[in-house]
Nanobody, 116 residues
């Protein structure tokens, strides 16, 4: 059973920073790519960042240069460091794993609110 648990969300002012964590279990973490998505109220869930099993990263244009995805295989945890936050970054952030080609798994989400 795959389980993903996000944490680290909260309220931050524009220009501030947050670090999200996603603790994973139920699969061989080190062999799998991990991703972050986000969903704002009334909008579709959108891709934010991904990191391969070997550390190759990719980012949405909207966050490139501001967000950094990383992983700690010893802790089976993926992180999203978010800097220079903007109000438009406000969303529920979800961790995603795809250890099987048959389906993806999602965490419960953590709320990020960027507001003055």
């Amino acid at each position: 059973q795959v389980q993903l648990v996000e944490s680290g969300g909260g309220l931050v002012q524009p220009g501030g920073s947050l670090r999200l964590s996603c603790a994973a279990s139920g699969f061989t973490f080190s062999n799998n790519a991990m991703s972050w998505f986000r969903q704002a109220p009334g909008k579709e869930r959108e891709f934010v960042a991904t990191i391969s099993s070997t550390g190759i990263t990719n980012y949405a244009d909207s966050v490139k240069g501001r967000f950094t995805i990383s992983r700690d295989n010893a802790k089976s945890t993926v992180y999203l460091q978010m800097n220079s936050l903007k109000p438009e970054d406000t969303a529920v952030y979800y961790c995603k794993a795809a250890p099987s080609p048959f389906r993806a798994y999602w965490g419960q989400g953590t709320q990020v609110t960027v507001s003055s």
